[in-house]
């Protein structure tokens, strides 16, 4: 009886720390307390008192190809696109359309720049832009037919990552963590990257992962590299290890001492948090050195050390997995292919296809693959229309139709799901709204996106919105 | 009646128990106690029931509608009747087929309690009242009290309530505690130990609203309220989409600071910001004010389409109206009609079209990838300070020019005596009159753009279906206040401009914007608003927990004219205000939510007091008021992800390193990493309370910071030069200034050991002593021991990082 409410007590210091136990402690913790198996958000930080159904993943890795990577150069092939080259292209498709920055201009048909190829036993259509994928066809499960509502690049990012475009509203990582507490009592619960390599990068805002009306500590915290990954996180100069530990010490001791008079419960969360800081400032080192890793490792990424391209990214992002950290974002920025599309594609697709294939390579290699979501895609997919922007055709934004794939997380594997039009332009067949990909993306997780939420101004706020179908068909 | 509480004899002799009804919002119902629609009905409905069967006529189910009492009574209600109400049966159900509300609604089912409010509610005659806020507030007799520690009317209201429930007011905090509460609260900075040590002297009845008087009068008291109203309004360097480029806006920071400054009515202050530009003869800084109206998020992307864009940043105008005067949230109206309030999705594009005159055409001009942006209409202007110098020596010019037109004569009248004598005079007064004639033409140069607004004739606006921009079936809209208040006397001119809209929202009948005003100061000065959600005061927000006193408050701040320091000033010396923050054992067993306000409220303090505070310590803290945005220490690449154009974030240097953060370049997309990590908001929304956290990241500020190392290293300067001799004196000295106390004896053993350790530490590694006291821009001096440098700035560091340093008492 004792232990129960030790236990219990334990559990709420936990919860309201911010970060929650380590995946071993919380191991050692279930166990003595009999309860091991039954994971509950609640014990580790998270709010669900339970998760809504069994779930799938764990973690998400979303490899986010900021831009918008045309759908048509990499898993949509259209042959008809490729006879109508050069041709205007049929006002019933476009008539009554938004449009970006073709808007006023003459309309023409644009065919696919890269050779497709059946690939693997699936037989899922690739191309050859992406020769690594090809490779691993038989792992990823493409859809087809995912459209989004916003056409610019930055509202297009906000809805992708909070489900609307007007600011001020959680992302998705920030939800996760919110439900689901972290596993990771030294590093935060949601970490983002970035990596440039190709045409002139589109900013990208911190909005795209920030907590919104939740609670800032489910906010995604940056990891910069090379330099400082996380702000502070090095002792000022002249500041040993050593001095720092008394100075955490002497700090803490204080407090203490007037918490017996001020009585105020926010000191003992406080103290937690430096504890949390200080280890932090030691485990972040350790996490950015490679030097642990085996050859093997490096070559399958072909990566030395964090040097902040998106090869490097992705081990950190395997390392972040195992460490427990649940929703990890990696962004390249670089896909905005309005102009010389051929040459542009040619660097973004050789800075991410390998180290793509690498990572999902690596996380089945160690069995995490089952319990980890891998995510590739951009805001929005490109027009089938040319755009005449440099010295080569390119495309415009474009939102009715495009492609994304998934891997890992209890998703059908080799599955190719949804379709556009005959031209690529409109997601006709079983269309995948945003929405739909955010309730997937909770459902796996064990979260029914419908009962995940959160009061704010006097409503219940989800990520969905008021929308959303998981998308049934594609999970395993 | 006459009670004893725990903390001394508190009396009070209340006979309005009137005051009786309707304010135990958090109290069960007793079987005696009258039932309230309000207080204990329409919370029920609204969170159960409004959203399939409210206002919002898209998604209204079974054509039932219960937030209207004809509409209600027609099927599901009978008055008087429970039993033969549809309504009991659906809620009592746990047949899945008609139980309410359903289970894939995902909404809580009503508890046995609740169903028998509702029970007896429609026993009693189902009789609906109109939704608090929405009605004009009311004037009731102020409690009378004899005993009771009532300095204002304020304590009447509370003292009463706390009586009814068996307590009374906690004692006064202690001086030094009260003296930084208020200093904080007022001027957003710690008190000078001198302005301590005279407060917990003086023996003087009036020394706090003596003290409140002069902090009142301070400049600094503009800088404190003007942070917070840049919450309200989102006020931001950049432009918050896309490149995020900067636009022209310091001028308009400079108008809100002296505004508050100078106690500019609030009715004129919303007059200015919203219709500056329509007032006759507007003058220069009536047009600055009009930057409010351009200081929304804008986007400046390539291929962005201009109708779309004219949408978003209507609806964003009418979302900060709302939020700012209303404290309505209207955001959800783009779409459909509100589901908990009545408010249409037609009053949405009726209020947007006030604004469809906003000429806006500079921003969709291609200024091109650079920043600072154009958006133009702007002005050129001086800053106000700027223009008083140069009016001020024109004066100064004149004169000396008449006085050597005068010397000059004498050339006339060939007296050349006279003139040689008068020689070294006429050099000096030529001397002086270059130098004025140079001082004009440099302040001049200091001229800044802003953005204004400028009127043009009115777009079309349509209301939107599911708020498309390209559906243009829906019928055009004139502008007009919302219909749920059109009813009252309607002060609106024929054509509706943003002048008459700025004039309903201060009119004696608009029943919102006082009271709003009034519960978010009430938050600023006691830690929660007495509405506790400051954001919404609709259906679903949360009803006062003093009325009565929250609608005295609200007709004084109308009936004084506005008188925005008047109020702030009774809310500071009332006994409400000075009680201690600690909780007794009683008051967390009567009031465990501390809504009787049996104590003042504990908070994280904002960010730009936590800076701030570290600043003045330290002694580097430059007080200047007014002018551009400046650039304090940001870590490198922070800004990275920026582009069109890429940004390189170039620090200030000398003192503009060291000002006030309400002068901190506000980068909406990458807030600054001190600012972000205590909480400040992002400023893409309207934020009338921000959500502290409690985060490694903020740990991590504090500790390693250069900022606050750089404020550490002169703050152990400070105690060297200025303080006494031995360690325990530094001691006692460093708290006392820093937190306004002393060191108890278990704090001073453990401190002195610190001192010992780290000297000893330091004095082996001398490098890293040197390298420590090296840290930030500030000059060093030569002459100071790097070893006791190190040693002391290690001891600020540990004061940095107390609770203390971050929490208000």
Known sequence: MNDRVSAQTRRTFLASSGLGLGMTALGTLLAREGRAGTFSPSDIGGTLAALHHAPKAKRVIFLYMSGGPSHLET?????????????????????????????????????????????????????????????????????????????????AHTVMNTGTSISGRPSMGSWINYGLGSECDNLPGFVVMTSIAGRNPQPIASR???????????????????????????????????????????????????????????????????????RMQTSVPELMDFSGEPKNVLDLYGVEKPDGSFAANCLMARRLAERGVRFIQLYHRDWDHHGDLVHYMNICGKATDRPAWALVNDLKNRGMLNDTLVIWGGEFGRTPMFQGKGKDPGRDHHIQGFSIWMAGGGLKPGITYGGTDELGYKAVEKPVHVHDLHATILHQLGIDHERLTYRYQGRDFRLTDVEGNVVEEIIG | MSLNSGDGMVKIAAKSLILLVGTLASASLSAGEVLSFNRDVRPILSDRCFACHGPDSGKREADLRLDRREN??????????????????????????????????????????????????????????????????????VPESSGIDARDPIDAYIGFRQTERGIGFHREADPGTLARRISFDLVGLPPEPFEVDRFERSERPDRLERWADELLGSPAFGERLTSYWFDLVRFADTVGYHGDQEHAISPYRDYVLDALNANMPFDQFTREQLAGDLLPKASVDQKIATAYNRVLQTSHEGGVQPKEYLLKYAADRVRNLSSVWLGLTMGCAECHDHKFDDLTQKDFYQLAAFFADIEEKGDFAGAGNVTPTRRDPEIVVLSRTDREMISQKNDQFDALQSRLTQLLGAFASNDWSELSKKNGEILELRRRMVHLHEEIVRVSKNKTRVM???????????????????????????????????????????DGTRLDLANWLSSPTNPLTSRVLVNRLWYLFYGAGLAKN??????????????????????????????????????????????????????????????????????????????????????????????????????????????????????????????????????????????????????????????PSNTPAASLVLLNDPEFVEAARFFGLRVIREGPANDAQRLAWMVRQAFGRSFDEDELTLLIEYVARNRASFREELESARKLVRIGRAPSPADIDDVEWATWTAVARVLFNLDEMITRY
């Open chain 1, 75 to 155: 898993f949509d092939y259209k042959p008809k696109l490729a006879s109508m080259d050069g041709q205007p292209m049929p006002d019933s498709f476009t008539a009554g359309q938004p449009i970006a920055q073709l808007q006023g201009q003459e309309l023409k048909v644009l065919g696919p720049r890269f050779k497709f190829k059946r690939c693997g036993q699936s037989g899922q259509e690739i191309a050859d832009i992406l020769p690594y994928t090809q490779k691993m066809a038989d792992e990823i499960c493409i859809v087809r037919s995912m459209h989004t509502t916003q056409i610019n690049h930055d509202p």
């Open chain 1, 208 to 278: 795209q992962w920030h907590s919104g009306f939740l609670p800032g500590k489910y906010q995604g915290v940056e990891f910069r590299s090379p330099g400082d990954p996380i702000h502070f996180v090095k002792n000022p100069d002249g500041i040993t290890d050593e001095r720092q530990r008394d100075l955490v010490e002497t700090v803490k001791q204080l407090d203490e001492i007037r918490q017996r008079s001020l009585r105020n419960p926010e000191i003992q969360t406080r103290i937690a948090q430096y504890e949390l800081a200080f």
């Open chain 2, 72 to 141: 209600a009574i027609a099927s599901a209600i009978i008055p008087g009747d429970p039993e033969s109400s549809e309504l009991i049966h659906r809620i009592r159900s746990s047949d899945a087929e008609k139980m309410m509300p359903p289970a894939d609604s995902h909404k809580l089912r009503l508890t046995d309690e609740q169903v028998a409010v509702m029970e007896r509610w429609i026993k009693e005659g189902a009789r609906y009242e109109p939704h608090w806020s929405f009605i004009p507030p009311r004037r009731s007799a």
């Open chain 2, 534 to 691: 400051l954001e919404d005061v609709g259906s679903q927000g949360d009803r006062p927990t003093h009325p009565e006193l929250l609608d005295a408050l609200s007709l004084d701040l109308m009936e004084s004219g506005w008188d925005i320091k008047g109020i702030i000033r009774r809310l500071v010396n009332s006994t409400t205000y000075r009680q201690s923050s600690l909780p007794t054992k009683e008051a967390i067993r009567i009031d465990p939510n501390n809504e009787l306000w049996t104590r003042q409220g504990r908070s994280r303090r904002p960010a730009e007091m936590i800076r701030d505070a570290a600043l003045a310590t330290s002694g580097l803290l430059v007080r200047e008021i007014g002018g551009r945005s400046v650039r304090p220490y940001q870590p490198a690449g922070y800004y990275a992800h920026l582009n069109f154009p890429q940004r390189q974030y170039v620090e200030d240097t000398g003192p503009y390193l060291f000002r006030r953060s309400i002068y901190t370049h506000w980068q909406r997309q990458y807030l600054h990493p001190m600012l972000k990590a205590f909480d400040a908001p992002s400023r893409e929304e309207c934020t009338a309370q921000r959500q």
């Open chain 2, 452 to 494: 204004v607004t400028a009127s043009r004739a009115r777009r079309p606006v349509r209301i939107l279906s599911r708020g498309d921009w390209m559906d243009e079936s829906g019928p055009m809209v004139e502008p007009a206040i919302p219909a749920a208040f059109r009813s009252m006397k309607d002060p609106l001119g024929s």
